[in-house]
């Protein structure tokens, strides 16, 4: 069982940055090849996705997000990184790593607020 960790969110005003953090431990027999994403859910939604990168490389975003948001991952430290950039108060939300579709349980995620 993999276990993700969050880290890096804040508070921002909007139009600023922040860079998330994800460390994954535990059974890392699959880390290098599973599809992670980034997930978010702001006060009173579901759960959506926001991004997603797979072992080449390869990223896909949630629109809303694209051209701000970059994904990316460093397989040696076991780590996958959102780089969010032009921050709007819209991006208010708690953020969750995870495969895609998720099969990991859970985290407490990291809260990121915006503010207008």
């Known amino acids: 069982q993999v276990q993700l960790v969050e880290s890096g969110g804040g508070l921002v005003q909007a139009g600023g940055s922040l860079r998330l953090s994800c460390a994954a431990s535990?059974?890392?027999?699959?880390?290098?090849?599973?599809?992670l994403a980034w997930y978010r859910q702001a006060p009173g939604k579901q759960r959506e996705w926001v991004a997603a990168i797979i072992y080449s490389g390869s990223t896909n975003y949630l629109d809303s997000v694209k051209g701000r948001f970059t994904i990316s991952r460093d397989n040696a430290k076991n780590t996958v990184y959102l780089q969010m950039n032009s921050l709007k108060p819209e991006d208010t939300a708690v953020y969750y790593c995870?495969?895609?579709?998720?099969?990991?349980?859970w985290s407490q995620g990291t809260q990121v607020t915006v503010s207008s």
């Open positions: 535990g059974s890392l027999f699959n880390f290098r090849t599973m599809r």
């Open positions: 995870n495969s895609a579709p998720p099969n990991v349980p």
